[in-house]
């Protein structure tokens, strides 16, 4: 059983940055990949990004491609994702979420993972 808690969401103006932060439960956080997702009010919870187990391996949508990086450190069991150049179109409730495996895929789809968090509020103001 995992549990994740994300933390480092707020109000943020059009262009700023955050860093969201997912600390996970347990001691086998390296066993699992990890994904953001978020869902914006009225809309179906989408994919953002995603790091396998050791991190080498790393996947965005195209809507955050180049503005928001993901990250890992498997000593302190957190997973990040660094959101810069904010718009408002990335207002959302951002959620982390675990899968266990070690290999080199990263997952995308929500079905594929296994725990999520209760997610964090993103606001982003024009």
């Known amino acids: 059983q995992v549990q994740l808690v994300e933390s480092g969401g707020g109000l943020v103006q059009a262009g700023g940055s955050l860093r969201l932060s997912c600390v996970a439960s347990?001691?086998?956080?390296?066993?699992?990949?990890m994904g953001w997702f978020r869902q914006a009010p009225g809309k179906e919870r989408e994919f953002v990004a995603a790091?396998?187990?050791?991190?080498?391996?790393?996947y965005y949508a195209d809507s955050v491609k180049g503005r928001f990086t993901i990250s890992r450190d498997n000593a302190k069991n957190t997973v990040y994702l660094q959101m810069n150049s904010l718009k408002p179109d990335d207002t959302a409730v951002y959620y982390c979420?675990?899968?266990?495996?070690?290999?080199?895929?990263?997952?995308?789809?929500?079905?594929?993972?296994?725990?999520w968090g209760q997610g964090t509020q993103v606001t982003v103001s024009s």
């Open positions: 979420a675990a899968v266990r495996g070690r290999g080199v895929a990263v997952f995308q789809e929500e079905n594929e993972y296994d725990y």
């Open positions: 347990g001691r086998t956080f390296s066993s699992y990949a």
């Open positions: 790091i396998n187990w050791s991190g080498v391996s790393t």
